[in-house]
């Protein structure tokens, strides 16, 4: 089943604009992650915020955990048409298992 | 590094046919997992196996479902007989530790799965 919903579920910019996808979660974690999937490829990793963060940067990529409201956003600063790809927050609790949440389709056009 | 294989990329099989899918995890990565996505419900964790030893096959979807992992570098995924519901994209994916600790998982390219 799946553990995280992203909203929103499809999202259109502009080249140069900045993308939020949100994400959010039903049960406790212990980290969360973000992966990134291009059309017909696998899952590739993004960056990991642990349920102890609240902010993380990594490049144009800026990530915030609210474990109180049980959700993250994933901010994309000065997008580019090849960040045109499909977004998954995933979390881990208890468990060694990671389960996805339902993805966000981000498409930037020039 | 080669990264996480899988084999076949695409496969279209009858109905009836018995499906093996392949996989060889990164070398040293103790933990191996088995997706499946779909339009209609996403990624769904099959299975998942630490140290070669399955863990957790609550995501099979039922008995015609089976995975092994014999050896630290080898995994199948087998569905007999298999069904046009069956049709999805199989990930394998593997990371190393076994714990919670939100060590990267490295996906595969997938294996595209069509059942006629």
């Known amino acids: 089943s799946q553990q995280g919903e992203e909203d929103p579920q499809a999202l259109s910019i502009q080249e140069g604009e900045n993308a939020t996808m949100n994400c959010s979660y039903k049960?406790?974690?212990?980290?969360l992650q973000w992966y990134r999937q291009n059309s017909g490829r696998g899952l590739v990793h993004l960056i990991l915020?642990?349920?102890?963060?609240r902010e993380k940067h990594s490049g144009r990529l800026r990530v915030t955990l609210d474990t109180s409201k049980k959700s993250s956003s994933l901010l994309i600063t000065a997008s580019r048409a090849a960040d045109t790809a499909s977004y998954f927050c995933a979390t881990t609790g208890t468990a060694s298992k990671l389960t996805f949440g339902t993805g966000t389709r981000l498409q930037v056009t020039l | 590094d080669a990264g996480v294989i899988q084999s076949p990329r695409h496969e279209v099989t009858e109905m009836g046919q018995e499906v093996t899918l392949r996989c060889k995890p990164i070398s040293g990565h103790n933990s191996l997992f088995w997706y499946r996505q779909t339009m209609m419900r996403g990624l769904e964790l099959l299975i998942y196996f630490n140290n070669n030893v399955p863990i957790d096959d609550s995501g099979m979807p039922e008995d015609r479902f089976s995975a092994k992992m014999p050896n630290a570098s080898f995994s199948t995924l087998k569905i007999q007989p298999s069904e046009p519901r069956d049709s999805a994209v199989y990930f394998c994916?593997?990371?190393?530790?076994?714990?919670?600790?939100?060590?990267?998982?490295?996906f595969g390219e997938g294996s595209w799965l069509t059942v006629v």
């Open positions: 994916a593997s990371r190393t530790g076994q714990d919670n600790s939100g060590n990267t998982i490295y």
């Open positions: 915020i642990r349920s102890n963060e």
């Open positions: 049960t406790s974690i212990n980290n």
